[in-house]
């Protein structure tokens, strides 16, 4: 029985132990000697050249055949169709037009109809691969159909020499050839300089460049640190002939909106410049200061020229992570003391801790006798350090300090905006913090994670009975107090008193609370309480006795390691330490890479460390702006997932739109919805609906033609397909046998033989 | 750039009104000159001079202050309820127990601020004594003096000049004991307590000489400065205060 296309093939060839190289010596040998017995044919005078020519020849192929042995072959051999690889570049510049109109043909769409022509004119061994980001995957073409132009082209790079490397390195079935179908805007690396072991020929989509400017590109010079200037360099092209002249560039940092505040704009402009378009491009260079350290939300916006024909690559926005080189706080309080010693000694203990304090040493009542001059008292600044200065600082401490004697009330709603905007507040209780300190009904109040009652008729501001706080299971499990817990374990000093304080505000988390007094709804009242306000952060704590950690019997048994360890987890938490933070997640495309792309699916990454088994995820995800959303696109206010707690931890969301976005992660045991109060991890995420593959946005058919020389390839266009070289099929035998046409011994005879016979022929010819 | 904005800062503490003192909740942060029992002392030299101490810093400042000290014994933990204590004797003192090193011990390096005050600075026997023994706490931290521009002498009042004051003038300089950089023990051989001692009709108690009255308000405006120390370090080492010092120092006669 045979098999369709089988043939049947008879040859005769060498030994198949003879080094493939001796034949072609052998035979090449056997001509030179005949080459020369021509020679010395015409030049001998005897007769007889004919016999010693016929029995050379003779001796000639005798020799030849002992050397070669030939052998029989019959094969039944069937032709197989060559492999061959189409790569579809399916990264978003896919999705631009094919032509110099906006509306034209998707790129896309023009590269899945010419690998579907492929696939026909190549035979059944194409495999179709899609590449981009990471490794390629098998394309079903078919797949495509109804899905979204940005769904289609939804990867956030195009690394082709990462693809042709993964295709390289299957050794089983190597392909005869790889196609590659794209614009050109691809990763080549050094495919443009060291050949692949197969020809790569590629099919360029698209031409004409699209009348757009654009931002080409954001380059930082240099970490981001807060406080400092950071030099944005900023590149803008205007293509497509489009004229551009000067181009007004803003810099604006997009902030987490405060509760209620629907459709305010929380942003802030950093900077601002204009750009001189020459023959085509210009580059500006904007310094910013980012004064919060973190993941922060930038946006770099374009005012681009009416016909621009790509709108959303005149806005580029960067997730900036930055570091933090000192922590910078102000200190104020109320009167010394020593719980104001504590802190003071803990604060100017950190070498990476600038502190500036203000403590009130004098009041106006008190009889100092002696005159202002011989007096080391300076005024409180109240006005300077909370206009001017405020923002320089990354957080608040207010230690038992009254507003309205020394001229901070006035100050209150600057300080709840900088703390909206991500500052920092901690404040420290005593008899002229919280009610006392007239700060219920402020806006500082709005900003702090407990509220702060109104005092009326005799009530007091504060319990001045002993107590012992206890921990809530929120606190037990807080990383804020782990430090703590390892240093002091579970139990507290007694502590002679607390401020009165009221229920949590929303957000707010208590970590300590009164064992006996409860707030107005019947809670037990917070003593220890934190809270996430807008893009900051702020920790009540309604005691001003912490330095019974540091100093007192209690403090002597852990050494008075005890204050240290619980303001180290509080700052580190308002600082957003990462190590004080329960879970570390980013917005990401829905294959786990960065970075999200909008149109396509997104998905949450979480890093795997904190998450060591079966556990439950909790979100919250927040726009930072109204999103800009294409029909279909948007992303969940909240997620809840189990975990199976094995990396990668990858949370698939939906589709996303363009915008930036407000992250909050809890993580807890299975089966339980941990809250997304303050415990929970903020960070900050974008998805941009171009990105970097939309900066240039014309075709790169160059970049396609260097590839292909360098291996051997060629490059067409969709229409001429048909001119691409077709690789050569592929045979493979189904059934072999080789037989020899005479023995070994035979084959030495025949020579041994011819050779005498020359030999005799030569003698009687008078050759020697 | 900050420090020249503050010269023009308003004085709002000038023109605001406050009410009666506030204290801590159950004096526990307020300032303390407990008196230290301890190598055979009974009692503070100048009975009346904690409580004096006490009621001055209240009187002066804003700094809330227990009004009446206690007596702790070296040995027992009460000796850490507050990171001040002040050592007072006019004789020769006995060796410390055992209890007592260790007691001191661990209120020195917990961060506490011990003052020793030589009653009787003619005979110097207290002072000499309490060096002894306290070489035996901290062997491995030696006296220095004092310099004039310490913190000290200016964390309350510009004490000028810049040197300790009790009831007798005594030496220019104290001597004391530092660790980080902070004072951990100061030795004083000037009877500062005398100087501060009051009987309960308000009649001083000593004769301060040679300078008199102003003596003894230098006195007072030093121990002022060490409560403020203990209760604020170095804050007025910060560099915000600086050219305000400096001002005042160049226009004081």
């Not at chain 1, 100050?411 to 005593?430: C, F, N, S, T």
């Not at chain 1, 240039?696 to 590839?707: G, H, Y």
């Not at chain 2, 220095?144 to 521009?149: K, L, Q, S, W």
């Amino acid at each position: 029985m045979s098999a369709p296309g089988e043939t049947l093939r008879t040859a005769l060839i060498p030994a198949e132990d003879l080094p493939s190289w001796l034949p072609w010596t052998a035979a090449a040998i056997v001509v030179l000697g005949l080459v020369l017995l021509v020679v010395e044919l015409g030049r001998a005078r005897e007769a007889r050249r004919g016999r010693v020519a016929v029995t050379a020849l003779l001796a000639a192929a005798a020799l030849l055949g002992a050397v070669l042995r030939p052998q029989r072959l019959r094969a039944r051999e069937v032709s197989l169709a060559p492999r061959v690889v189409v790569l579809v570049d399916r990264s978003r510049s896919m999705a631009l037009a094919a032509n110099d109109r906006a509306d034209g043909e998707a790129r896309i769409d023009v590269a899945e109809r010419v690998a579907r022509e492929l696939r026909g004119r190549l035979g059944g061994r194409v495999e179709v691969l899609s590449f981009g980001a990471g490794t390629p995957r098998p394309d079903p073409l078919e797949e495509a159909k109804g899905k979204s132009v940005l769904a289609r082209a939804g990867q956030a790079s195009s690394d082709l020499r990462g693809a042709i490397a993964s295709i390289a390195e299957r050794h089983d079935d190597p392909p005869a050839a790889v196609v590659v179908v794209s614009d050109g805007r691809v990763e080549a690396g050094e495919l443009a300089e060291h050949r692949a072991p197969f020809p790569i020929h590629a099919v360029a989509i698209g031409d004409g460049s699209p009348k757009d400017a654009s931002i080409r590109a954001v380059k930082l010079a240099g970490a981001a640190v807060a406080h400092q200037p950071l030099p944005l360099r900023i590149e803008i092209a205007c293509t497509g002939g489009l004229s551009c002249g000067e181009l007004t560039v803003t810099v604006r940092e997009l902030r987490e909106r405060e509760a209620g505040a629907v459709g305010a704009d929380t942003s802030a402009v950093l900077a601002s410049g204009t750009a001189t378009v020459r023959d085509g491009s210009a580059t500006i260079e904007l310094p910013i200061t980012l004064e919060r350290a973190g993941t922060r939300a930038i946006e770099v916006a374009l005012a681009a020229p009416k016909d621009d024909a790509i709108p959303d690559d005149d806005r580029r926005l960067l997730s900036i992570d930055v570091a933090r080189e000192r922590v910078r706080v102000l200190h104020i309080a109320g009167r010394p003391s020593y719980d104001v010693r504590a802190l003071r000694t803990w604060l100017k203990s950190d070498a990476a801790m600038d502190v500036v304090s203000f403590f009130i040493l004098r009041t106006p009542g008190d009889d100092v006798n002696a005159p202002d001059d011989e007096l080391a008292l300076i005024p409180f600044p109240v006005r300077e350090l909370f206009t001017e200065y405020l923002p320089t600082f990354d957080a608040v401490i207010i230690q038992d300090f009254d507003a309205e004697p020394y001229g901070l009330t006035p100050h209150l709603p600057a300080i709840a905006r900088y703390v909206e905007h991500g500052g920092g507040l901690v404040h420290i209780g005593g008899q002229n913090a919280f009610s006392a300190g007239g700060y219920a009904g402020s806006p500082l109040a709005r900003v702090t994670p407990v509220q702060i009652p109104k005092l009326t008729g005799e009530q007091q501001p504060a319990d001045t009975t002993s107590f012992v706080p206890v921990e809530t299971a929120a606190g037990r499990g807080a990383t804020i107090l782990q430090d703590l817990h390892a240093v002091i374990g579970d139990e507290l000093p007694e502590f002679p008193g607390a401020n009165i304080l009221g229920d949590l505000q929303r957000g707010g988390v208590a970590l300590w609370v009164h064992p006996k007094r409860t707030t107005p709804s019947g809670q037990p009242m917070p003593v220890l309480s934190i809270g996430d306000v807008g893009d900051g952060r702020s920790i009540a704590l309604g005691l001003d006795s912490t330095h019974l950690l540091a100093f007192s019997p209690f403090a002597a048994k852990s050494n008075g390691r005890g204050f240290d360890a619980l303001f180290r987890g509080l700052l580190g938490w308002l600082m957003r330490d990462p190590r004080y933070e329960p879970v570390r997640g980013h917005l990401v495309h829905a294959d786990g890479s960065s970075p999200c792309l909008a149109g396509a699916e997104a998905a949450l990454r979480l890093d795997a460390s904190p998450i060591v088994g079966p556990s439950h995820l909790r979100a919250a995800i927040t726009p930072l702006e109204p999103p800009r959303a294409q029909a279909g696109e948007a992303l969940p206010d909240t997620v809840d997932r189990e975990l199976d707690g094995k990396p990668p931890l990858i949370v698939p969301l939906s589709i996303a739109p363009a915008g930036s976005f407000a992250l909050r992660l809890a993580v807890g045991e299975k089966g339980a919805s941990p809250s997304l109060g303050a415990l929970a991890t903020r960070t900050l995420g974008v998805c941009e609906r171009g990105g970097d593959e939309w900066a240039d946005p014309r075709p790169d058919r160059a970049t396609l033609e260097k590839v292909a020389r360098v291996s051997g390839g060629k490059v067409v266009a969709p229409s001429e397909l048909a001119s691409l070289p077709t690789p050569r099929a592929a045979i493979v035998a189904l059934e072999r046998s080789v037989a020899p046409l005479l023995p070994t011994w035979a084959w030495a005879a025949l020579a041994a033989i011819a050779m005498s016979a020359h030999w005799f022929s030569r003698r009687r010819s008078g050759l020697a | 750039m900050l420090r020249r904005h503050f010269l023009g800062a308003s004085t709002a503490i000038a023109t605001s009104l406050i009410g009666a003192r506030a204290r801590a909740f159950g004096d526990e942060g307020a300032f303390e000159p407990k008196v230290l029992l301890a190598g055979g002392v009974t009692g503070a030299a100048r009975a009346s001079a904690p409580a004096r101490w006490s009621a001055e810093v209240e009187r002066r400042t804003s700094a809330a202050a227990r009004r009446s000290p206690r007596a702790v014994k070296a040995s027992e933990p009460t000796l850490l309820d507050g990171p001040f204590a002040y050592w007072s004797g006019t004789g020769a003192l006995a060796a410390l127990s055992s209890a007592e090193l260790a007691g001191l011990r661990q209120f020195l390096g917990l961060g506490g601020l011990l003052v020793v005050d030589d009653a009787d600075p003619a005979s110097g026997a207290f002072g000499r004594d309490a060096r002894r023994e306290l070489a035996r706490v901290l062997p491995d931290a030696a006296p220095v003096a004092i310099p004039e521009d310490h913190v000290l002498y200016r964390t309350f009042y510009l004490l000028k000049p810049a040197r300790p004051s009790g009831r007798v003038q005594g030496a220019k300089t104290a001597d004391a004991i530092l660790r980080a950089g902070s004072l951990r023990v100061i030795f004083l051989a000037h009877d500062l307590g005398g100087a501060l001692a009051r009987n309960q009709l308000g009649t001083w108690e000593m004769t301060v000489e040679p300078g008199g009255d102003e003596q003894r308000e230098q006195a007072i405006r030093f121990a002022v400065n060490i409560a403020l120390y203990a209760l604020t370090t170095n804050y007025k080492d910060d560099a915000v205060h600086a050219p305000f010092i400096m001002k005042r120092r160049a226009t004081q006669p």
